[in-house]
Structure formats: C-alpha cells, structure tokens
T-cell receptor, first 115, second 112 residues
Framework: GAGVSQSPSNKVTEKGKDVELRCDPI?????LYWYRQSLGQGLEFLIYFQGNSAPDKSGLPSDRFSAERTGGSVSTLTIQRTQQEDSAVYLC?????????????FGQGTRLTVV | EDKVVQSPLSLVVHEGDTVTLNCSYEVTNFRSLLWYKQEKKAPTFLFMLTSSGIEKKSGRLSSILDKKELFSILNITATQTGDSAIYLC????????????FGKGTHLIIQP
C-alpha cells in the first residue's frame, strides 16, 4: 500500500481480555517498529523487527506482550490479559535503509482503551 | 544507552511569535536526527538532518544540527494556531536496535 496501515484504529476491551493489533508496513520495508504512546507521555519503544526476526525486544513491558512478523511483512502485537495501564496509542513504523540513512514512516496508530 | 532529551516539555505562545525547540542526543553510531510533528495519533515527518551546520527549511520551519555539541533546534517563525502539536525529535543509531530513539516531545500550544 501507499503507507503504513494499522488496524483496528480504535479498540475498547475489557480488562483481562486478549487483544491483537495489526500493522501492515510499506511494501519492501524490511524494518518494522512498534511504539506505545500513553496519554501525556512520549513515544515508548516496544520492539523492532528486521525481516522476520526481532533483534531487540527490550522494550516489551511485560511477558503479556508479544509480537510476531511473518513473511517479512505484516506484524501483529498481542497483549494478553489486558490491564488498564495498557491503554495507549500503539504506533507502528516501517523503514527501508537506503544508503546510510533511515526515515521511518508511521501508521495512524491503534487507540487501545481497557475498561 | 541511547538517549534523546527535548526541551521545553511544553510551551504556550501567542500567534505570530517565534519559537525554538531543543533536542539533545546521545546516540551510538549516530547516523541522523529526525524531527516529527504529531497532531493526532501518528507523527508526520518534518526534517532529517545528517550534517552539522546545514540548515533545512520548509516554509516557516527550519532546523539545524550541531554534531559537535550533540544537539538540534527546530525553529518556527510567525507561528499559527495550526502549528499547535507535539514536536518529536529522534536519533537514528546504527548500533544495537538499529532503530530510532525518540525524545518525549515538546507540546507546543499556539494561542490566537
């Protein structure tokens, strides 16, 4: 597609339920990032994929969070047993290194509300 | 650990004023510094800076990088209410996560 696509755009879920967030990066982009932005906070790095592998999972806040990427394209971020503090906007970005520099293109995000 | 610090965290000015937003960085194997504007959910790209001392301009916005002192500034002249947003700065590293380290952003509010 023309840009990074995320779905759903909004998700309201009950505490304790599992949710799955999807990111469809720009075609051909090998790097994919997940970030979280809580109300009033800056962007928080969650996980980074290069192709299908995740060399850096250091940002995942707990073992309830997991992410996978298959076929070097679509990625899903899964949050199990959601808690109210998981409420945030989850942003996905993709990039394709050209030469030495990287520009990341962001999706519109998924606004997750845990009630 | 890579770090990007932005200041001020928030700023309220009147329409027509000029503002300067600051970004300092400590990024391993620094490649570039990026500025984004976030109005709703997704940041939109403004500038990528790779070389010291070369100003990038886009309309009323301009930015410059100092690789010796490890900082960048984003200037907005003749501000308009549509400039109200969170401005994010990110450092691009070639090491470790091979990704971007974001600052917490500057929340800019332009009052009419």
């Amino acid at each position: 597609g023309a840009g990074v696509s995320q779905s759903p755009s909004n998700k309201v879920t009950e505490k304790g339920k599992d949710v799955e967030l999807r990111c469809d990066p720009i075609s051909g982009h090998t790097a994919l990032y997940w970030y979280r932005q809580s109300l009033g906070q800056g962007l928080e790095f969650l996980i980074y994929f290069q192709g299908n592998s995740a060399p850096d999972k250091s940002g995942l806040p707990s073992d309830r969070f997991s992410a996978e990427r298959t076929g070097g394209s679509v990625s899903t971020l899964t949050i199990q047993r959601t808690q109210q503090e998981d409420s945030a906007v989850y942003l996905c970005a993709s990039s394709q290194r050209t030469g030495r520099y990287t520009e990341a293109f962001f999706g519109q995000g998924t606004r997750l509300t845990v009630v | 650990e890579d770090k990007v610090v932005q200041s001020p965290l928030s700023l309220v000015v009147h329409e027509g004023d000029t503002v300067t937003l600051n970004c300092s960085y400590e990024v391993t194997n620094f490649r570039s510094l990026l500025w984004y504007k976030q109005e709703k959910k997704a940041p939109t790209f403004l500038f990528m800076l790779t070389s010291s001392g070369i100003e990038k301009k886009s309309g009323r916005l301009s930015s410059i990088l100092d690789k010796k002192e490890l900082f960048s500034i984003l200037n907005i002249t003749a501000t308009q209410t549509g400039d109200s947003a969170i401005y994010l700065c990110a450092g691009d590293s070639g090491g470790g996560a091979d990704g971007l380290t974001f600052g917490k952003g500057t929340h800019l509010i332009i009052q009419p």
